[in-house]
Each structure stands twice: as structure tokens, then as C-alpha cells.
């Protein structure tokens, strides 16, 4: 991989002979694992503007009617994550002579709290062909990380790194986009855009030729922009439908609402596989937003979908029958992939996703899709293939869980939005079936073989390092946190994330560390992210003694009396449950000062100040429960007391505190401020 310096250009024809499509990945760790950024890209003419508001793609405007630009949104890598670009330069307007690529972030949080910048450019394969790294980020809320341009009909890359203060909506209006930014109902409203001076400079190495020198776009420019009758607006679109239901006509209790796709007492997994697969691919094709949420990840062109069930195909001196097959057009060509699809549990067979990716390669198709109640791993693939080498065309081989489509179909219908009515009514009778208790749909429902031997071992305490069995179960866990992730941020419409404490690291090698600290100390642990919300939500399964712990760490303020933080925060938890234990934090690493139940501490808050004045960093909440007792390797009682001590702690604690961070603009207040 070709690296380029910051400034520096190069053409694309120098790195491969096939840059038609390309794919750009921009990519940033966080040592706390809260580094979110919303990707963009514009489209810009020779007067480097936009031709109209259509040109600027990001969250609420993801993919071009053509499918020359797709945002794909983060996609897992074996490093954590990593925010993709599909382009496909040969489908760009004959009009449009720079493509940016850029990244914002939420309110003032600067990209100097980020580590390891990077942007990296590959070609359709996912080869990567070129990288370039920021370094001397700091206070900026939006980069232009680099931009693909035009020189004598040749496209030619420039690594930029110029940052904005003035975030995504100061990055828009220089190129010429009409911004609003208007909140949601009940929440702040966002501050204007601070002026376009706040445009960052760099010193940039001298290019190839003047004409190749960075263009910035000037604030006199800017400020005589025609208005636009569209108003592009940053802010995430609102719910489509109501929260509540509206009140039934029916006559008693006992009658129930007429469902499109009804779940009655299926009879066999089979049933539950070709229901499952088909009502999933008829909504897939008919309602744009989820076919394109559901495909993008799978560099699906934006176009014309259609699914289909019942298929067969030659294979050998056998039929083979895949579950489904999903195609999509555009600009006449055809994208086709396998659907194979297993409901209740049942595992994937590595023989049978081995034909369909045989029948595949053979037939030109671009990809195989797994859909199961199983939740891939980083570094652990749900199947084992083999893919011959010396076939030119290469075939994909992609996973979805159930719960995945669950939360993207929530995010949506309950949060995002979708355009037409009907389609949301559409996804609201999908997601009543896939939740349904007979679908068979309902996501990862067991810990695994090795879940029992490994408890019984630890009861024992015959467990040693490098036990088989303790690598299974962190497998296991991990797919479990993915899966609480998925149901949690589909629930809130906010981006929840498992944190990867060593990103950057081998995922087996980390795995290997995890289970020999389950060895060590019988703990599962687990932290996750919730977009917006202050301190990270933790999640620890002490096997020995049974019992599951949730907790979040609260940071004191800046400004105040450690007498005032405290009586502010019990005030919060009125309503919290009186077993939830509270700790008092000490700075300087003086570890944990005084604690108590909030049951002991209502009548007396000042109960959790040192009695020597040492300093304060924070508070501690946390609540215990035990976990479930069932043993077998059907559903266990152990998830079920994880999604229940989630959601109580969540419910109970988290948003009685006004953790949550105020979106883009607003002022933040610390929660425990008097």
C-alpha cells in the first residue's frame, strides 16, 4: 500500500489498472472507546461548490439515485471499526470535478480527543491501494480528510487534513449547502454555524502543478451563495410513527389486530426458515431505505432491488436449493447474491454455505449473505469455506443476525424515519413478526457446548489457563454484549457500541487475555457506549458467585461543593431502586472513598464525603442481581438476566441522572452540577 504525506497528490491510474470503484475507509480509535464521528461527501463543480444541496451525502442523505456515491456507515474490521465510501467514479456527473471526503463530530468535541486518523482509499476488491495519516489534529470538529479530483480525465487523489471549528454545518455552508439545524422536538436547539474563517490552514507540500493546489473555499464566497428553496437539515430525522398506539375499536380483549404477516403455530424450523426468508426479502425490496440500510454493507449498488425464494441451481450431479436470492441494478449491471437462512437457533452448515459460494464464483455472483440467530465475530467466522485462488472472479461471503435487521428496522420506523407511510407501516408489521415469539427470529440464545462444563469447572476449581472451553465462552460473551448493543441502541435511536479496551490488537490475542482473566477471577466483563451519554455502562458476570453487576461512573463537575454534587445526585435517584450501591471515586488514584446503599444515604448524603477532604473525581452507581439458574443449551436464563439487568439499570438509573450529552451546538451542563 502506497503511503502519501499530507498536501502530496497522486493519480489513481498509478496504483491499480481498475480504480472505476473504489472504496474510501476513514478510521480513528478512541483510548475510551467514544470516538464517534459522522462521515460526508460533496460533490463539487469547477467553482468548487455544489450544484445543488442533492450533492452533499451523509446520515439522512446516505446514497445518489445512480449509485455513484454510497455512504455505507461503519462496518466491523478486525481492528474495531471503520466508516466506508463506495464511489463509483465512472457513474460521476461529467459536471462534477472534486469529490471531498470529510468527517464531523457532535457539538465542540475536537478531533484532537482522537487517536490514529487515517484514511484509506482501495479499489472494488477492498485492496487497499493507498493511506494517509493525520497527526496534528486538535481543536477542529470537522476534517476534510481528503478529496478525488479531476486533472485532464484522469482522477488524482490529495490528501488535505484541514479541520473546521465550526463542525459539519461550517464545513457545508463553505461548499455552498443551505444549512438548517433545527433539533427535534423537546430538545436544544442547535447553535448557528460560527463563520467560515474558522477554516483551520495547513501547510501543504508543494503539488505536482498550480492547478493541483488545495482549493478552500473562501467566506466572501460563501456569504454570496444564492439561497436555496431546500434547507438540508443536519439533524437526524424524527420518528414516522407514533409511540403509542392508538386506541382500539375492538369490542373486548380478546380480539387482535389483523397482521400482514401473521405468526401462527409453526410447525417445524423449516416453516420458520422459508417464512422468515421471505417476509424479510419481500420488505427488503419494497421499502428503499431498509433494502439499502440492510445492503449497503455489502457493496450493493443504490438501484432497482428484487428478491426472490424457491431457487435452485445445478451443483454436481445434485440441485441445491438456497434460501433466497437478492438482486440489485443499475446503470445495467446486475449485483446478485445467496441467501442462506436459518431460524430458532439452528448453526449454519459449512457445507452448505460452501456450495453456494461454488455456485457463485461459477455463475459471476458477487456475494454469499448468512442470516442466522448466531452474531459474528471480528477474527471468528461463523463458517469455515474455502475460496479457490485461482479463480479471477471472487465471491463475498457476508453475515446478518436477526438482530441486526431488528435494530435496523427500528431505527428507522421508531427513530430515523422513512419517507412514505406505508413503507413505515411496512417495517412496523416486519418487526411485529420478527419479534413475535414463534418467528423463531429472536437472535443469539445460547451461551454455547462449553457454557456448563466451564461453570461446573469453575465451581469446581479445576479451570486452568488456556482451557478451550473459557476461549468459547468469551466467543460466546462477546456475542451476547454485540447483540444487548444492537437491542439497546435500537431501542433509544442512538448508536451503542461494545468498547474495545485493545483496539488495534489481534481479536484472538485479546480474546486469549479475556479468558485467562476469566480463569483468574471466574468474571465475564464487558463495557459498553451509549452515544450521547456521559461515562460507559458496565456489565460484569461473576461466575463464582452467581451474580451480575451493571454500573456507570458519573464524573463530578468542574464548578461546585462536594456537598452540593452529592445531594444533587441523590435528588436524581429518587426514583432509583433503593439497593443501588453508590462509591464515592477519589482522585490521584487514592482509589474508592466512602460508600452505601442509596436506601442508607437518602436520609444523609454528605454520608459520601471523605472524611479527610481528600479530592473527589466521581461516583460509582451500581446494582447486583442474581443470575438465571437454567443450565441447558436452549435459551438460557443467563441471557435473559442480562437483558433484564441492562434494561433495569438503563431504565432505573441512567435516565434519571441526565447523563445523556446535548446534540450538535448545545452547551453541556455536567449532571451533577448543583
Not at 460533490?43 to 442523505?61: I, P, T
Not at 483551520?200 to 444564492?226: C, L
Not at 428484487?306 to 446486475?334: H, L, M, Q
Request: negative net charge.
Amino acid at each position: 500500500m502506497h503511503e502519501i504525506p499530507k498536501g502530496a497528490n497522486i493519480g489513481l491510474a498509478t496504483l491499480s489498472e481498475d480504480t472505476g470503484s473504489i472504496q474510501v475507509a476513514l478510521r480513528w480509535t478512541d483510548p475510551s472507546g467514544t470516538g464517534e464521528a459522522d462521515v460526508s461527501v460533496l460533490l463539487l463543480d469547477a467553482n468548487g461548490k455544489v450544484r445543488s444541496d442533492e450533492d452533499f451525502y451523509f446520515y439522512n442523505n446516505p446514497a445518489s439515485a445512480d449509485g455513484s456515491v454510497q455512504v455505507l456507515g461503519s462496518m466491523p474490521t478486525a481492528d474495531g471499526s471503520e466508516d466506508r465510501i463506495s464511489l463509483d467514479l465512472t457513474a460521476i456527473p461529467a459536471g462534477i470535478e472534486r469529490i471531498v471526503v470529510a468527517a464531523s463530530r457532535y457539538g465542540s468535541a475536537p478531533f484532537g480527543e482522537l487517536e490514529d486518523l487515517r484514511l484509506v482509499l482501495a479499489d472494488a476488491t477492498s485492496e487497499p491501494l493507498l493511506g494517509f495519516s493525520i497527526d496534528d489534529a486538535s481543536v477542529e470538529t470537522a476534517f476534510v480528510f481528503g478529496e478525488i479530483y479531476r486533472r485532464y480525465g484522469e482522477w488524482k487523489f490529495r490528501a488535505v487534513g484541514q479541520g473546521y471549528h465550526s463542525g459539519l454545518a461550517g464545513l457545508a455552508t463553505d461548499y455552498g449547502i443551505n444549512v438548517t439545524e433545527d433539533e427535534p422536538e423537546g430538545e436544544p436547539q442547535a447553535a448557528a454555524p460560527e463563520p467560515a474563517e474558522d477554516l483551520i490552514p495547513s501547510q501543504t507540500a508543494p503539488s505536482e502543478a498550480q492547478d493541483d493546489a488545495p482549493r478552500v473555499p473562501e467566506q466572501a464566497e460563501s456569504a454570496q451563495t444564492a439561497p436555496r428553496q431546500r434547507r438540508v437539515r443536519i439533524a437526524k430525522k424524527k420518528v414516522t410513527l407514533p409511540s403509542s398506539p392508538k386506541k382500539s375499536l375492538a369490542e373486548n380483549e380478546s380480539w387482535r389486530s389483523a397482521r400482514l404477516f401473521p405468526v401462527p403455530q409453526l410447525k417445524s424450523d423449516r416453516e420458520r426458515e422459508v417464512r422468515a426468508t421471505s417476509v424479510l426479502l419481500s420488505v427488503l425490496a419494497q421499502v428503499p431505505e431498509f433494502g439499502r440500510r440492510l445492503t449497503a454493507g455489502f457493496n450493493a449498488p443504490a438501484g432497482a432491488m428484487e428478491t426472490f425464494v424457491e431457487t435452485s441451481f445445478t451443483y454436481g450431479e445434485t440441485t441445491v436449493r438456497p434460501d433466497g436470492v437478492i438482486r440489485a441494478s443499475r446503470a445495467g449491471k446486475i449485483w446478485t447474491a445467496l441467501v442462506e437462512t436459518k431460524t430458532n437457533g439452528n448453526p449454519l452448515k459449512d457445507e452448505q454455505v460452501q456450495s453456494y459460494m461454488d455456485i457463485a464464483a461459477r455463475r459471476g455472483y458477487e456475494a454469499v449473505v448468512t442470516l442466522s440467530n448466531d452474531v459474528a465475530l471480528p477474527g471468528s467466522p461463523l463458517v469455515n469455506v474455502k475460496v479457490d485462488g485461482r479463480r479471477k472472479h471472487k465471491v463475498a461471503l457476508w453475515h446478518l443476525s436477526w438482530a441486526e435487521v431488528v435494530h435496523q428496522a427500528q431505527m428507522l420506523v421508531r427513530h430515523e424515519g422513512v419517507a412514505n407511510p406505508a413503507h413505515a407501516w411496512l417495517l412496523q408489521e416486519l418487526l411485529h413478526y420478527l419479534q413475535h415469539e414463534n418467528s423463531g427470529c429472536h437472535g443469539f440464545q445460547n451461551m454455547g457446548t462449553a457454557w456448563v462444563p466451564l461453570r461446573n469447572a469453575i465451581s469446581e476449581g479445576t479451570l486452568v489457563r488456556g482451557d478451550k472451553q473459557a476461549m468459547e465462552v468469551v466467543e460466546s460473551w462477546e456475542r451476547l454484549i454485540q447483540q444487548v448493543s444492537l437491542r439497546l441502541g435500537g431501542e433509544l435511536g442512538e448508536k451503542v457500541s461494545p468498547v474495545r479496551t485493545k483496539r488495534g490488537t489481534d481479536p484472538q490475542v485479546r480474546r486469549a487475555e479475556l479468558a485467562d482473566r476469566l480463569v483468574d477471577n471466574g468474571q465475564l466483563h464487558a463495557e459498553i457506549h451509549i452515544e450521547r451519554t456521559v461515562g460507559t455502562f458496565a456489565i460484569t458476570a461473576d461466575l463464582r458467585t452467581g451474580k451480575l453487576r451493571t454500573s456507570i461512573e458519573v464524573p463530578t463537575p468542574e464548578q461546585g461543593y462536594p456537598l452540593a454534587w452529592a445531594k444533587r445526585l441523590v435528588r436524581q435517584l429518587a426514583e432509583a431502586p433503593a439497593d443501588l450501591h453508590v462509591e464515592t471515586l477519589l482522585a490521584d488514584d487514592q482509589g474508592v472513598g466512602p460508600r452505601g446503599t442509596l436506601e442508607k444515604l437518602r436520609p444523609e448524603p454528605g454520608d459520601l464525603l471523605p472524611k479527610d477532604s481528600a479530592q473527589i473525581k466521581g461516583f460509582r452507581l451500581s446494582l447486583s442481581k442474581t443470575m438465571g439458574n437454567t443450565r441447558g443449551s436452549t435459551e438460557s436464563g443467563f441471557i435473559r438476566s442480562v437483558d433484564t439487568a441492562v434494561d433495569r439499570f438503563h431504565s432505573h438509573v441512567i435516565t434519571h441522572l441526565g447523563l445523556t450529552t446535548p446534540r450538535r451546538g448545545a452547551q453541556h451542563t455536567s449532571p451533577t452540577a448543583d
